[in-house]
Protein backbone atom coordinates (compact mmCIF):
# COMPACT_ATOMS: atom_id res chain seq x y z
CA UNK A 1 0.00 0.00 0.00
CA UNK A 2 0.95 3.41 -0.60
CA UNK A 3 0.70 5.33 2.84
CA UNK A 4 2.92 8.02 1.53
CA UNK A 5 4.10 10.47 4.03
CA UNK A 6 4.20 13.84 2.50
CA UNK A 7 6.78 15.29 5.06
CA UNK A 8 9.49 12.67 3.92
CA UNK A 9 9.04 13.91 0.27
CA UNK A 10 11.34 16.76 -0.70
CA UNK A 11 9.00 18.53 -2.51
CA UNK A 12 10.50 21.17 -5.56
CA UNK A 13 9.72 24.51 -6.05
CA UNK A 14 6.30 26.27 -7.25
CA UNK A 15 6.69 27.76 -10.49
CA UNK A 16 4.78 30.77 -11.48
CA UNK A 17 2.87 29.16 -14.80
CA UNK A 18 -0.55 29.61 -16.56
CA UNK A 19 -0.41 25.69 -16.74
CA UNK A 20 -2.98 23.56 -13.81
CA UNK A 21 -2.37 20.36 -12.99
CA UNK A 22 -5.61 18.15 -11.66
CA UNK A 23 -5.29 15.49 -9.50
CA UNK A 24 -8.37 13.10 -9.84
CA UNK A 25 -9.42 9.53 -9.14
CA UNK A 26 -11.92 7.21 -10.82
CA UNK A 27 -13.20 3.43 -10.73
CA UNK A 28 -11.94 1.48 -13.59
CA UNK A 29 -13.75 -0.53 -16.28
CA UNK A 30 -11.73 -3.78 -14.69
CA UNK A 31 -12.02 -5.77 -12.00
CA UNK A 32 -9.01 -7.07 -10.27
CA UNK A 33 -8.78 -11.22 -9.41
CA UNK A 34 -10.57 -12.05 -6.51
CA UNK A 35 -9.61 -11.28 -3.04
CA UNK A 36 -9.77 -13.38 0.07
CA UNK A 37 -13.32 -12.81 0.35
CA UNK A 38 -13.95 -14.80 -3.10
CA UNK A 39 -14.99 -11.77 -5.18
CA UNK A 40 -13.21 -9.78 -7.73
CA UNK A 41 -12.65 -6.07 -6.67
CA UNK A 42 -13.06 -3.29 -8.74
CA UNK A 43 -10.25 -0.84 -9.57
CA UNK A 44 -9.36 2.56 -9.26
CA UNK A 45 -6.60 4.53 -10.50
CA UNK A 46 -5.39 7.99 -9.00
CA UNK A 47 -3.70 10.26 -11.55
CA UNK A 48 -2.04 13.75 -12.19
CA UNK A 49 -2.43 15.52 -15.56
CA UNK A 50 -1.37 18.91 -16.70
CA UNK A 51 -3.27 21.34 -19.18
CA UNK A 52 -0.10 21.10 -20.97
CA UNK A 53 0.21 17.56 -21.68
CA UNK A 54 1.54 14.30 -19.43
CA UNK A 55 0.32 12.33 -17.25
CA UNK A 56 1.37 10.25 -13.95
CA UNK A 57 -0.44 7.50 -11.83
CA UNK A 58 -0.61 6.13 -8.21
CA UNK A 59 -0.51 2.55 -8.56
CA UNK A 60 -3.86 0.82 -8.79
CA UNK A 61 -5.84 -0.09 -5.79
CA UNK A 62 -9.21 -1.14 -5.33
CA UNK A 63 -12.39 1.27 -4.90
CA UNK A 64 -13.00 -0.55 -1.34
CA UNK A 65 -9.55 0.42 -0.09
CA UNK A 66 -8.88 3.55 -1.65
CA UNK A 67 -5.39 4.85 0.13
CA UNK A 68 -5.70 7.97 1.19
CA UNK A 69 -2.02 9.62 0.19
CA UNK A 70 -2.74 8.14 -3.60
CA UNK A 71 -3.58 12.23 -4.58
CA UNK A 72 -0.02 12.99 -3.09
CA UNK A 73 1.59 9.95 -4.56
CA UNK A 74 0.48 10.99 -8.10
CA UNK A 75 1.64 14.57 -7.68
CA UNK A 76 4.78 13.13 -6.79
CA UNK A 77 5.44 11.23 -9.71
CA UNK A 78 4.12 14.08 -11.71
CA UNK A 79 6.64 16.64 -10.55
CA UNK A 80 9.66 15.10 -9.50
CA UNK A 81 10.24 11.31 -11.63
CA UNK A 82 10.54 11.70 -15.37
CA UNK A 83 7.43 11.13 -17.43
CA UNK A 84 9.50 9.20 -20.05
CA UNK A 85 12.99 7.21 -20.26
CA UNK A 86 15.45 9.06 -20.03
CA UNK A 87 13.73 12.46 -20.10
CA UNK A 88 14.40 15.06 -17.37
CA UNK A 89 11.74 15.16 -14.88
CA UNK A 90 9.90 18.39 -14.39
CA UNK A 91 11.02 19.26 -10.79
CA UNK A 92 8.49 21.87 -10.30
CA UNK A 93 5.02 22.64 -8.89
CA UNK A 94 2.50 24.70 -10.41
CA UNK A 95 0.50 27.77 -9.07
CA UNK A 96 -2.52 26.29 -9.26
CA UNK A 97 -4.29 22.41 -8.54
CA UNK A 98 -7.12 21.40 -9.39
CA UNK A 99 -8.96 18.02 -7.23
CA UNK A 100 -11.59 16.04 -8.64
CA UNK A 101 -13.74 12.98 -7.63
CA UNK A 102 -11.37 11.84 -5.35
CA UNK A 103 -12.24 10.17 -1.64
CA UNK A 104 -13.33 12.16 1.11
CA UNK A 105 -9.98 11.35 2.93
CA UNK A 106 -7.83 11.46 -0.06
CA UNK A 107 -8.61 14.67 -1.30
CA UNK A 108 -8.16 16.32 2.12
CA UNK A 109 -4.66 15.01 2.49
CA UNK A 110 -3.96 16.21 -0.69
CA UNK A 111 -5.39 19.65 -0.21
CA UNK A 112 -3.26 20.17 3.35
CA UNK A 113 -0.30 19.17 1.59
CA UNK A 114 -0.96 21.82 -1.07
CA UNK A 115 -2.18 24.29 1.18
CA UNK A 116 1.14 24.33 2.83
CA UNK A 117 3.39 24.45 -0.30
CA UNK A 118 1.63 27.67 -1.05
CA UNK A 119 -0.81 26.19 -4.21
CA UNK A 120 -3.96 27.86 -5.03
CA UNK A 121 -6.72 25.27 -5.11
CA UNK A 122 -10.06 24.12 -6.97
CA UNK A 123 -12.28 21.42 -6.24
CA UNK A 124 -13.74 20.61 -9.25
CA UNK A 125 -16.85 18.29 -9.75
CA UNK A 126 -15.66 16.29 -13.31
CA UNK A 127 -11.85 15.32 -13.77
CA UNK A 128 -12.25 16.93 -17.19
CA UNK A 129 -8.54 16.91 -17.85
CA UNK A 130 -7.99 13.16 -16.65
CA UNK A 131 -11.13 11.50 -18.00
CA UNK A 132 -9.68 10.80 -21.15
CA UNK A 133 -6.41 8.80 -19.09
CA UNK A 134 -9.19 7.12 -17.36
CA UNK A 135 -11.16 6.04 -20.65
CA UNK A 136 -7.73 4.51 -22.21
CA UNK A 137 -6.64 2.80 -18.77
CA UNK A 138 -10.17 1.08 -18.66
CA UNK A 139 -10.03 0.50 -22.14
CA UNK A 140 -6.11 -0.91 -21.75
CA UNK A 141 -7.35 -3.07 -18.91
CA UNK A 142 -9.71 -4.46 -20.48
CA UNK A 143 -8.06 -5.56 -23.72
CA UNK A 144 -5.66 -7.04 -20.88
CA UNK A 145 -8.41 -9.59 -20.44
CA UNK A 146 -8.87 -8.35 -16.98
CA UNK A 147 -12.37 -7.35 -18.22
CA UNK A 148 -14.48 -7.42 -20.95
CA UNK A 149 -14.87 -4.10 -23.57
CA UNK A 150 -17.48 -3.89 -26.04
CA UNK A 151 -16.61 -3.12 -29.61
CA UNK A 152 -18.37 -0.41 -31.38
CA UNK A 153 -18.38 0.44 -35.39
CA UNK A 154 -17.13 3.68 -36.43
CA UNK A 155 -20.24 5.96 -37.28
CA UNK A 156 -20.30 8.11 -40.48
CA UNK A 157 -18.92 11.88 -40.09
CA UNK A 158 -22.17 12.82 -40.41
CA UNK A 159 -24.07 11.02 -37.82
CA UNK A 160 -21.69 12.89 -35.03
CA UNK A 161 -23.93 15.28 -33.48
CA UNK A 162 -24.17 18.45 -34.48
CA UNK A 163 -22.40 17.72 -37.53
CA UNK A 164 -23.80 19.39 -40.89
CA UNK A 165 -23.13 18.11 -44.46
CA UNK A 166 -21.53 21.49 -45.10
CA UNK A 167 -18.99 21.60 -42.59
CA UNK A 168 -17.79 17.95 -43.98
CA UNK A 169 -18.07 19.65 -47.65
CA UNK A 170 -15.32 22.33 -46.20
CA UNK A 171 -12.87 19.25 -44.65
CA UNK A 172 -12.94 17.25 -47.95
CA UNK A 173 -12.17 20.48 -50.08
CA UNK A 174 -9.60 21.72 -47.42
CA UNK A 175 -7.90 18.03 -47.62
CA UNK A 176 -7.57 18.34 -51.50
CA UNK A 177 -5.80 21.50 -51.17
CA UNK A 178 -3.25 19.18 -49.03
CA UNK A 179 -3.21 15.84 -51.40
CA UNK A 180 -2.53 18.24 -54.74
CA UNK A 181 0.61 20.14 -52.83
CA UNK A 182 2.17 17.36 -51.49
CA UNK A 183 3.80 19.44 -48.30
CA UNK A 184 5.64 16.48 -47.19
CA UNK A 185 8.05 16.54 -49.98
CA UNK A 186 9.46 19.90 -48.42
CA UNK A 187 10.05 18.25 -45.28
CA UNK A 188 13.37 16.68 -44.27
CA UNK A 189 12.45 15.08 -41.28
CA UNK A 190 9.76 15.22 -38.41
CA UNK A 191 8.46 18.13 -37.31
CA UNK A 192 6.17 19.23 -34.33
CA UNK A 193 4.10 21.88 -35.00
CA UNK A 194 1.94 23.97 -32.09
CA UNK A 195 -1.32 25.05 -33.65
CA UNK A 196 -2.47 28.51 -32.65
CA UNK A 197 -5.02 29.58 -31.35
CA UNK A 198 -4.99 26.57 -29.48
CA UNK A 199 -7.94 23.68 -29.84
CA UNK A 200 -9.61 22.72 -27.08
CA UNK A 201 -9.11 18.87 -27.50
CA UNK A 202 -5.68 18.13 -25.35
CA UNK A 203 -5.05 15.69 -28.24
CA UNK A 204 -5.01 17.87 -31.22
CA UNK A 205 -2.85 21.00 -29.34
CA UNK A 206 0.42 19.68 -31.79
CA UNK A 207 0.29 18.59 -35.68
CA UNK A 208 3.13 16.93 -37.68
CA UNK A 209 2.59 15.96 -41.39
CA UNK A 210 3.13 12.40 -42.41
CA UNK A 211 4.58 11.16 -45.79
CA UNK A 212 8.47 12.13 -45.36
CA UNK A 213 9.19 7.96 -45.60
CA UNK A 214 6.69 7.28 -48.69
CA UNK A 215 4.37 4.95 -46.44
CA UNK A 216 1.06 6.78 -44.92
CA UNK A 217 0.16 10.36 -46.00
CA UNK A 218 -1.63 12.77 -44.12
CA UNK A 219 -1.68 15.11 -40.67
CA UNK A 220 -0.87 13.13 -37.48
CA UNK A 221 -2.26 15.17 -34.45
CA UNK A 222 -0.69 14.91 -31.23
CA UNK A 223 -0.83 16.00 -26.86
CA UNK A 224 2.67 17.31 -27.21
CA UNK A 225 6.33 16.46 -27.41
CA UNK A 226 6.77 14.07 -24.84
CA UNK A 227 3.89 12.17 -26.83
CA UNK A 228 6.11 12.15 -30.20
CA UNK A 229 9.13 11.67 -28.57
CA UNK A 230 7.03 8.15 -27.46
CA UNK A 231 5.69 7.48 -30.73
CA UNK A 232 9.66 7.43 -31.75
CA UNK A 233 10.69 5.25 -29.54
CA UNK A 234 8.28 2.42 -30.03
CA UNK A 235 9.47 -0.84 -30.68
CA UNK A 236 6.05 -2.46 -31.67
CA UNK A 237 2.17 -2.34 -30.54
CA UNK A 238 3.04 -3.55 -27.49
CA UNK A 239 4.80 -0.07 -26.44
CA UNK A 240 2.05 2.16 -28.20
CA UNK A 241 -0.56 0.42 -25.51
CA UNK A 242 1.80 0.91 -22.48
CA UNK A 243 2.77 4.60 -23.65
CA UNK A 244 0.05 6.90 -25.26
CA UNK A 245 -2.62 8.45 -22.56
CA UNK A 246 -4.35 10.26 -25.49
CA UNK A 247 -6.34 9.56 -28.53
CA UNK A 248 -4.85 9.66 -30.96
CA UNK A 249 -6.38 12.07 -34.36
CA UNK A 250 -5.16 11.97 -37.65
CA UNK A 251 -6.48 12.74 -41.49
CA UNK A 252 -4.77 10.16 -43.70
CA UNK A 253 -5.49 9.52 -47.31
CA UNK A 254 -7.26 5.69 -48.24
CA UNK A 255 -8.24 4.18 -51.36
CA UNK A 256 -11.71 3.21 -52.07
CA UNK A 257 -10.80 -0.40 -50.14
CA UNK A 258 -9.41 0.70 -47.09
CA UNK A 259 -11.58 4.08 -46.29
CA UNK A 260 -14.65 3.74 -44.00
CA UNK A 261 -18.09 2.24 -46.22
CA UNK A 262 -20.34 4.55 -43.98
CA UNK A 263 -17.81 7.67 -45.10
CA UNK A 264 -17.78 6.08 -48.91
CA UNK A 265 -21.54 6.08 -48.86
CA UNK A 266 -21.44 10.03 -47.74
CA UNK A 267 -18.97 11.31 -50.34
CA UNK A 268 -20.38 9.41 -53.32
CA UNK A 269 -24.28 10.71 -51.97
CA UNK A 270 -23.33 14.23 -51.63
CA UNK A 271 -20.69 14.55 -54.67
CA UNK A 272 -17.68 15.56 -52.02
CA UNK A 273 -14.40 16.20 -52.87
CA UNK A 274 -12.17 13.76 -53.79
CA UNK A 275 -8.59 14.45 -52.74
CA UNK A 276 -6.83 12.97 -55.72
CA UNK A 277 -7.86 9.47 -58.27
CA UNK A 278 -9.69 7.04 -55.85
CA UNK A 279 -7.85 9.22 -52.25
CA UNK A 280 -10.68 9.55 -50.06
CA UNK A 281 -9.73 11.60 -46.83
CA UNK A 282 -10.33 9.46 -43.58
CA UNK A 283 -10.66 11.60 -40.47
CA UNK A 284 -10.54 9.35 -37.21
CA UNK A 285 -9.15 9.04 -33.65
CA UNK A 286 -7.94 5.66 -32.52
CA UNK A 287 -7.42 4.78 -28.73
CA UNK A 288 -4.30 3.58 -28.44
CA UNK A 289 -5.17 0.97 -25.96
CA UNK A 290 -8.18 -0.76 -27.04
CA UNK A 291 -7.43 0.61 -30.74
CA UNK A 292 -11.13 1.32 -31.13
CA UNK A 293 -12.05 4.33 -33.91
CA UNK A 294 -13.38 7.03 -32.98
CA UNK A 295 -14.99 10.49 -35.12
CA UNK A 296 -13.96 13.94 -34.51
CA UNK A 297 -16.51 16.34 -33.17
CA UNK A 298 -18.00 19.02 -35.41
CA UNK A 299 -15.12 21.70 -33.92
CA UNK A 300 -12.27 19.44 -34.14
CA UNK A 301 -13.11 18.45 -37.64
CA UNK A 302 -12.86 22.24 -38.65
CA UNK A 303 -9.70 22.06 -36.59
CA UNK A 304 -8.61 19.42 -39.34
CA UNK A 305 -9.41 21.60 -42.00
CA UNK A 306 -7.52 25.06 -40.92
CA UNK A 307 -4.32 23.03 -40.20
CA UNK A 308 -5.12 21.30 -44.05
CA UNK A 309 -5.58 24.61 -45.73
CA UNK A 310 -2.70 25.89 -44.00
CA UNK A 311 -0.35 23.20 -44.49
CA UNK A 312 -1.44 23.06 -47.89
CA UNK A 313 0.28 26.31 -48.89
CA UNK A 314 3.34 26.05 -46.50
CA UNK A 315 7.06 27.05 -47.94
CA UNK A 316 9.97 25.59 -47.67
CA UNK A 317 11.50 28.79 -45.96
CA UNK A 318 8.15 28.67 -43.25
CA UNK A 319 9.67 25.46 -43.13
CA UNK A 320 13.29 26.31 -42.27
CA UNK A 321 12.00 29.38 -39.98
CA UNK A 322 9.71 27.25 -38.16
CA UNK A 323 7.00 29.41 -38.35
CA UNK A 324 3.73 29.32 -41.04
CA UNK A 325 1.76 32.15 -39.65
CA UNK A 326 -1.45 33.56 -41.82
CA UNK A 327 -5.33 34.13 -42.75
CA UNK A 328 -7.35 30.94 -43.75
CA UNK A 329 -10.81 30.50 -45.11
CA UNK A 330 -12.65 27.65 -43.40
CA UNK A 331 -15.89 26.76 -42.80
CA UNK A 332 -16.22 28.57 -39.65
CA UNK A 333 -15.05 31.64 -41.15
CA UNK A 334 -11.76 33.31 -41.69
CA UNK A 335 -8.94 32.37 -39.15
CA UNK A 336 -5.58 33.93 -38.25
CA UNK A 337 -3.55 30.40 -37.98
CA UNK A 338 0.32 30.23 -36.44
CA UNK A 339 1.97 26.55 -36.22
CA UNK A 340 5.07 27.21 -34.70
CA UNK A 341 7.79 24.65 -34.95
CA UNK A 342 8.74 23.13 -31.55
CA UNK A 343 10.74 20.01 -32.15
CA UNK A 344 12.43 18.69 -34.88
CA UNK A 345 13.41 14.71 -35.42
Known sequence: MLRIKSSHVQWPPVRATPEVWEVAA?????LAPAS???????LAACVCVSSEGGAAMADPQTVTDFDEGAGIEALRRFAIEPHLPGARPLNYLPAAVHIASMPDRARDALRE?????????????????????FDGMSAHLAGAGIAAAPARAPKSLIRVKGMTIERIAAFAEAAEIFWKARPWRLFEGDVLWRIDPAPKSRGMKY???????????????LSGPAQMFSLGEMAGPADL?????STLWSVTFDDEDNFLE????????????????????????????SGAIQRPTPENLTVMEVVLRTLGSVTKREIRDRLISREVA????????????????
Open 26 to 30: SPLLA
Open 262 to 289: TDLELWKKHGLRVSGPGRYPLAIGMNPS
Open 330 to 345: SFAGPVNVRLQGVVAL
Open 207 to 221: VSVMGGLGEQFGLGF
Open 36 to 42: SRGRPEQ
Open 113 to 133: LLDQLGIRVEIKDEPELSREF
Open 241 to 245: TASMK
